[in-house]
């Protein structure tokens, strides 16, 4: 019982700091200390035998696993976000979508293209910089209150792109390690899916939009809003190239190479960048220097909370949590949501939630048969679910620092958008495949 208190106060401990804005290398090895201390766990690797459990060993364990898998494509995904952003490559792609959707359909607008730099292979963080601007106009233009600008960028970004089939998110790609899978498992269910996510959260979105102007609300414009700097673009077809040549270099070598084609695939994207709109560049030193340090942090932070996880599944409590969700009756795909999904809402992150579920529940779940491709998949995309909840970094970057809301305002659509819809999804996913659809 002390196990299971531990666990879930170390769980709860970590949400809470973390939404008090504590740094996650900070936040993760404390709460993983409560968790260790309530389980009676030794805390130092020199009090135990060869290969026992331990804080610090366990901690250090999971952090370095992390890094050591996937260091280069976090970096090499990070410096084409940054390249494609410092050349203005990101920004011409997203203004060409705009301009000829136009302001009758700004939401719908900026969801596209959003959804096209993501689809590419550009960070989640660089669209939402990258797009927020042009929102901004396209909103004020059409007088839509801005507390939805948020929703808009995240429901592009997070939600039909990041885990669908052929997506170079890091989302699409960890269960590979896991599942012996391509990154375009279970595409036939991965585009119905999609498909249902793209339409009825538009329409959630657009419902929400149109209701809040029924009561009255309006763009309200602010000091230190952005404007647009006049800096020269480059053709949106020489955008474009980069993000073609990551989808196809990553779909020719994902048999050869698995996981590895994705570090192909950004570093082809990276030089075509280069090569395509070198004269654009504002300071390329500049925007390489920050796409590693912006890598640092993001693979950081994951691995601080993978660290954390690498404690949690090492007590008791833990292992009679995974029991009792890998024994839940009917078909074994919503063990495997109900697994990814909570740890992932637990932790705030989708990449952690896989990292720290899957090497538990694959093959078990490999052992009793059922298919890897919809394995893959259902995790995939159920991991994106409870992963925004209010503390999820995105989500707190997104709302408060990039569009200067608050979560009292702007966090209802988000979450919305970005929590239900992704698990009406998952529901969807696993109905599909229990169907036989894509097995």
Request: charged share 10%.
């Amino acid at each position: 019982m002390w196990s299971m208190i531990g666990l879930i106060g170390g769980l709860a401990l970590l949400i809470y700091l973390t939404m008090r804005g504590m740094n996650l290398f900070i936040a993760a090895p404390l709460c993983a200390f409560v968790v260790a201390v309530f389980s009676g766990l030794p805390l130092f690797p020199q009090l135990v035998g060869g290969g026992e459990a331990n804080l610090v060993g366990n901690y250090m364990t999971g952090f370095s696993s992390f890094i050591q898998s996937w260091y280069l494509m976090f970096l090499l995904g990070a410096i084409f976000g940054k390249l494609m952003e410092d050349s203005g490559a990101a920004h011409s792609v997203s203004k060409w979508i705009v301009d000829k959707l136009g302001m009758k359909h700004a939401a719908l607008a900026i969801v596209i293209a959003c959804a096209v730099l993501t689809y590419g292979g550009v960070s989640l963080f660089v669209v939402a910089f990258s797009v927020y601007p042009m929102a901004v106009s396209l909103f004020k233009q059409a007088n839509l209150p801005r507390r939805f600008i948020p929703a808009a960028l995240a429901f592009g970004s997070v939600t039909f792109t990041m885990t669908s089939a052929g997506s170079p998110e890091i989302q699409n790609w960890i269960p590979i390690e896991y599942l012996k899978t391509s990154p375009y498992a279970g595409w036939e269910v991965s585009l119905i899916v999609a498909i249902f996510m793209a339409l009825f959260g538009y329409w959630w979105l657009k419902k929400m939009i149109d209701k809040a102007v029924a009561r009255g609300e309006r763009f309200v414009s602010r000091l230190g809003d952005p404007v647009e700097e006049g800096q020269e673009l480059p053709h949106p077809v020489l955008g474009l190239i980069p993000l073609l040549v990551v989808l196809v270099i990553s779909f020719v070598f994902h048999d050869s190479l698995k996981q590895s084609a994705l570090i192909v695939a950004l570093l082809g994207g990276v030089i075509a960048t280069y090569v395509c709109n070198y004269k654009y560049f504002k300071n390329f030193e500049n925007a390489v220097s920050e796409g590693t340090i912006g890598a640092l942090i993001a693979l950081g932070n994951t691995a601080a909370v993978v660290g954390f996880g690498g404690v949690a599944k090492a007590v008791p409590a833990f292992h009679t949590a995974v029991e009792t969700i890998t024994s839940i009756p009917g078909s074994p795909l919503i063990g495997g949501a109900i697994a990814v999904s909570v740890i992932a809402g637990m932790t705030g992150s989708a990449s952690g939630g896989q990292a720290i579920a899957l090497p538990l529940i694959a093959p078990h779940y490999l052992d009793m048969g059922v298919n890897p491709e919809a394995l893959h998949r259902v995790v995939a995309i159920s991991s994106g679910a409870l992963d925004s909840l209010p503390h999820n970094g995105y989500v707190v970057t997104t709302i408060r620092a990039i569009c200067g809301e608050t979560h009292q305002d702007a966090y209802n659509a988000v979450g919305a958008l970005t929590v239900i819809v992704p698990a009406l999804g998952t529901v969807l996913a696993i109905i599909l495949f229990s169907l036989g659809l894509g097995i």
